[in-house]
């Protein structure tokens, strides 16, 4: 594991995990989690993180693993339990350091042994680009990584999870250069209606996450709308962007049902309706079901 939410935030935050919220009436799924990233003295291991999440209607979870320990972490996990799939790449931000010290060829060719060694394994991701928080220098190792994580996808028939941050017209760029794989995922959809529309015109799920809750995000709130019903995904990014009112404090998945509460309201949405959508969509979107209650 790798503790990495205290620096983000500077050390200056409220660690304390927020309260469970009501249960969902109907059963979501949370597509995107990093239960391999600490968070201080409040980490939840995986038993726990889905004993919370089940007792709120949160029955099933997608490892995210970003770099090489963590995609082989995500495989374990979702080897030893049932409601967990994994995916496993090397996130855009990863990609500049491995090439620096002239590893990312070794690397992505390990996440493609990876995604061979288990059918626990549903999807290569998160891959993309981010400008946010690697510099011009970084931007050529990015885009390779990008372009072999999409052929990779192809090749094994996985789903694709992006990573776009500042990045909007350059991935759908390199989507429609390399080809965008039949089941892709905008994680944590950060763009306006227009964009969202752009991503579903090539046939996007758009995955939503607790910033739709915050209180600058209309553009977001924006793009919610417009996003068809059966495109629809929820997430947590846990233990980042926790929704509101808790933001700050540790994120999880028993926390998607305030986000959800929130999407149903910003969409005046029936809130079974959308639940039930949202682990529909799941199940399309990852190449069908997987374990917890179902």
Known sequence: MRSRVNAEFGGQRNVTRPPLPEPLPAPVVDNHCHLDIEDGDSWLDPETALELSTSVGVDRIVQVGCDLPGAAWAIRTAEEHDAI??????????????????????????????????HRVRAVGETGLDYFRTGPEGVDAQRRSFAAHIALAHRHGKTLVIHDRDAHDDVLAMLDEHGMPERTVLHCFSGDADFARRCLDRGAYLSFAGTVTFKNAQPLRNALVVTPLDKILVETDAPFLTPMPHRGRPNA?????TTVRAMAEVRGEDLVTLCTAISANTDAAFGGAWGGSR
């Open 85 to 118: 799939v994994a995916a496993v790449a090397v996130h855009p931000n990863e990609a500049p350091r491995l090439a620096a010290d002239g590893r990312l060829d070794d690397g992505l060719a390990e996440i493609e042994r990876l995604v061979a060694s288990s």
């Open 253 to 257: 998945s028993y926390l998607v049902p």
